[in-house]
T-cell receptor, first 119, second 111 residues
């Protein structure tokens, strides 16, 4: 059981370039998330998905796109990279346990993070 | 969206001391979790606690959902407790699966 796997771990982009951060989970979780964490700050939700084919915006979606064609994969696409997108990106997943109040299945499992620098 | 504030923002403790971290949220929640981010950036879930009290070793947590706050207690702190503690809540307007993180409490435990 690998859990949540993110690639790449580190990447340097030039302004205007594009790239995709990959996220894969092998726990058959329905829910997947992308967060960004700027230095010394908390985590901000970029996009989330409650199942294959279903995605929704979080707090800071501008400049990013996502897709969810399978249960396992939730890639995050950066178009026209800008210095403001320099951050550490975390992918997470959870399962829709019921009842919501008591089920520990709703616990978020995080990947190790991807550090992106835009110069 | 839901607002999540944590206090204090920074905390320095002598090894062996106890502490209480607080998380206030602006709306009703059915999904509340506490995380520890270690100095290497790894995020580890400590508790899933939308209501009630749970204990795990030196750590315990209490959520009073009706009053919109949660507390994380750390007893007999150790240097390995250092890092940032986050609470995260499910936004009812996102079906409770739109999980928003708080501002964090940075804890430093000194020997």
């Amino acid at each position: 059981n690998a859990g949540v796997t993110q690639t790449p771990k580190f990447r340097i982009l030039k302004i205007g370039q594009s790239m995709t951060l990959q996220c894969t989970q092998d726990m058959n979780h329905n829910y997947m998330y992308w967060y960004r964490q700027d230095p010394g700050m908390g985590l901000k939700l970029i996009y989330y998905s409650v199942g294959a084919g279903i995605t929704d915006k979080g707090e800071v979606p501008n400049g990013y796109n996502v897709s969810r064609s399978t249960t396992e994969d939730f890639p995050l696409r950066l178009e026209l990279a800008a210095p403001s997108q320099t951050s550490v990106y975390f992918c997470a997943s959870s399962s829709p346990g019921r009842p919501l109040r008591t089920s520990g299945a709703n616990v978020l499992t995080f990947g190790a993070g991807s550090r992106l620098t835009v110069l | 969206g839901i607002q999540v504030e944590q206090s204090p923002p920074d905390l320095i403790l002598q090894e062996g001391a106890n502490s209480t971290l607080r998380c206030n949220f602006s709306d009703s929640v059915n999904n509340l979790q506490w995380f520890h981010q270690n100095p290497w950036g790894q995020l580890i879930n400590l508790f899933y606690i939308p209501s009630g009290t749970k204990q795990n070793g030196r750590l315990s947590a209490t959520t009073v959902a009706t009053e919109r706050y949660s507390l994380l207690y750390i007893s007999s702190s150790q240097t390995t407790d250092s890092g940032v503690y986050f609470c995260a809540v499910g936004d009812p307007r996102g079906g409770y699966q739109k999980v928003t993180f708080g501002t964090g409490t940075k804890l430093q435990v000194i020997p």
